[in-house]
């Protein structure tokens, strides 16, 4: 009797051997080899090829892509199994039923979600978010650059008739090293879409061709909900507005005044059609293209709730000691300016600022007005960007809310 098929094929794997005890972090599943654990391949796997991983006394440990870097090999399974169609279409089934019990997927207010978060999902280097008929997918990795035609077809597999479009925006995200020439546009469809998305009953138009990311945030849906607990009467500052999420749930909130702020005009004309989608008309809401720190610095009104959502000040560590000088910065200029009885909405996307070091950052910006200054909450991610428990690195979203008088 011959070998199986899908063993023959799993064998035809190329296989990556590790250095004695460069194995203990796989052994604890943590889903990323690095260059330097790497003992020798063999064979030469192509950029974004599926490897197979072993110790040093040949024992099997997981498969993974392969790829040029300090990051050698994402990991993709610790089962020896073949990764083809079905592979791809249970994972995005398994994401897509754990929305639908959190109440995003397929919710008659909400069709707005994140559906696969890279490593909380088990797909290292995809990140895929859903705009009601239409799925954004993004590679980070080569792996799933190369994969990206037969995820597609997963995914429209796996998720039937809700969704009919998949869009690739992988040009800025993909290492600049691979050089793989990923060029963005529809994968499936494309035809008549339609780009307004709900969130929470709220109305948003999403740019996934131009816009930043996949074209919105949507992992600040949570905080952008409590905002709109506090924001009764209040008088509303929301810094680096990109598309006006938070500006759009103030408002909904019964804020007295909000205020807009943003350096593109383009991104600042998308948050006057998404404010005039929900609140036409709406007196309240002002925009304004311009530097933070520059409107802070001249700023005639006063404000009692301020939200400030910077891009990344650091996206490498060798950064990280200017970014937490820039975030005391914006900090301390904000709660010098918010009235007594004030809310200081704060957050930091970078991935390599920890928790501790933004705290730090806020404490001495906090220190250098004089100011009491309380914290009233510790933000994070929503659950539809879930935090592997054994890759801690995934937790990227810090926010507190200050209580300042």
């Known amino acids: 009797m011959g070998m199986p098929e899908n063993i023959r094929k799993i064998m035809s794997y190329k296989q990556v051997y590790l250095n004695p005890k460069k194995e203990e972090s796989l052994k604890r599943f943590h889903p990323w080899v690095f260059s330097g654990a790497i003992h020798h391949i063999d064979g030469k796997p192509e950029e974004g090829e599926i490897v197979e991983v072993y110790d040093s006394q040949k024992h099997f440990l997981a498969l993974g892509h392969c790829q040029i870097g300090s990051i050698a090999v994402r990991i993709l399974s610790f089962r020896q199994e073949e990764i083809n169609l079905a592979f791809w279409q249970k994972r995005f089934e398994n994401a897509y039923r754990v929305r639908a019990r959190l109440g995003l997927a397929g919710s008659p207010t909400n069709n707005t979600y994140r559906l696969i978060h890279g490593e909380g999902d088990l797909m290292s280097g995809l990140i895929v978010d859903v705009y009601a008929g239409t799925a954004v997918m993004q590679a980070h990795s080569p792996g799933m650059h190369v994969a990206r035609h037969e995820l597609a077809e997963a995914l429209k597999a796996a998720l039937g008739d809700a969704i009919d479009t ?84 103030a408002l909904r909130g019964n804020a007295k005044m909000v205020h807009s702020v943003d350096s593109s005009s383009k ?4 948050t006057d059609e998404n404010i005039d989608l929900n609140f036409p008309g709406d007196s309240r809401h002002r925009s304004f293209s311009e530097d933070a720190f520059r409107f802070m610095e001249k700023a005639a009104a006063s404000y009692d709730l301020i939200i400030l959502d910077p891009p990344a000040f650091a996206k490498h560590r060798k950064v990280l000691h200017n970014a937490l000088q820039g975030y005391r910065k914006l900090n301390a200029a904000a709660i010098e300016k918010i009235e007594p009885g004030g809310l200081l909405f704060t957050f930091s996307c970078s991935q390599v600022v920890s928790k501790e070091d933004f705290r730090l950052a806020v404490f001495s910006a906090a220190a250098q007005t004089g100011r009491n200054v309380k914290i009233l909450h510790q933000l994070s991610q929503p659950a539809d960007h879930p935090i592997n428990i054994y890759h801690p690195e995934g937790e990227y979203i810090k926010g507190l809310v200050l209580s300042v008088d």
């Open 267 to 270: 991104v600042i004309a998308l």
């Open 166 to 249: 998949v869009y690739y925006k992988s040009e800025g995200t993909l290492p600049y090293k691979a050089d793989l020439g990923a060029e963005d546009g529809y994968l499936i469809g494309g035809e008549n879409v339609s780009d307004i998305a709900v969130e929470n009953g709220l109305r948003f138009r999403v740019d996934w061709v131009k816009g930043q990311k996949t074209g919105f945030f949507v992992d600040q849906r949570d905080n952008r909900s409590l905002l709109e607990k506090y924001a009764e009467g209040r008088k509303v500052l929301n810094m680096f507005c990109y598309t006006g999420g938070f500006s759009a749930y």
